[in-house]
């Protein structure tokens, strides 16, 4: 295998790991939910203390947890987006220049359009990659808090045409399962694209 066909290969086996990853810690946290439900319907009184405490626990797994792993996720999958882009331009296109007056994923446009020859006028994965740039800074520079971010009315937009995959509840912004499979399938086409 040589350097170009490795870093295709590379990307392919990183996201399906990250994909991975998730879809392990997400089953260990439904049979968390699943053994915490059967102890409070076959061990204890529903009003019970120790029924309370369940209550409580299992909350924290739905509530708590599963939106903070799907973050998670996705910040490991955009930054792995990053680091491909950043290894295409180094490998594959040392000499064209980055757009530094873009964000992290758009400095990289040039990369893919002069680089690599790949017609960005019509992707609409780019577009969508784009949109989630935003999305990306709203949770790592503003705690996901939708009101403290500097694009507040582009990420209000974004959530608003996000067919409901995205979602704010006070004042937090929401990820579904859902988005984060729409972003998974964007950067795997955008990366076919590039092939």
């Not at 792995?80 to 007056?101: C, G, Q, T």
């Not at 705690?143 to 045409?161: A, F, H, L, P, W």
Request: glycine residues 4%; aromatic residues 8%; neutral net charge.
């Amino acid at each position: 295998m040589n350097e170009n066909e490795l870093i295709f290969w590379a990307h392919d086996e990183d996201l399906s790991a990250i994909v991975n990853f998730h879809n392990e810690i997400k089953r260990l946290l439904h049979n968390e939910i699943v053994s915490i439900n059967k102890k409070i319907s076959e061990e204890c009184d529903s009003r019970s203390e120790q029924a309370i405490k369940l209550e409580i626990s299992k909350n924290v797994y739905k509530n708590i947890l599963e939106p903070n792993l799907r973050i998670a996720t996705f910040l490991i999958m955009f930054s792995h987006l990053e680091e491909w882009l950043f290894n295409v331009k180094s490998i594959l296109a040392p000499s064209v220049d980055l757009d530094l007056k873009k964000g992290s994923i758009g400095r990289f446009k040039s990369v893919l359009q002069v680089g690599l020859g790949i017609d960005l006028s019509t992707s609409i994965e780019w577009d969508n990659i784009l949109k989630v740039e935003s999305i990306r800074n709203c949770l790592l520079h503003a705690n996901g808090r939708v009101d403290y971010s500097k694009k507040r009315i582009e990420i209000q937009n974004i959530v608003s045409q996000s067919k409901g995959f995205l979602s704010i509840k006070r004042n937090r912004l929401i990820l579904s399962g859902e988005y984060l499979l729409e972003f998974q399938k964007n950067v795997a086409s955008l990366v076919e694209l590039a092939k």
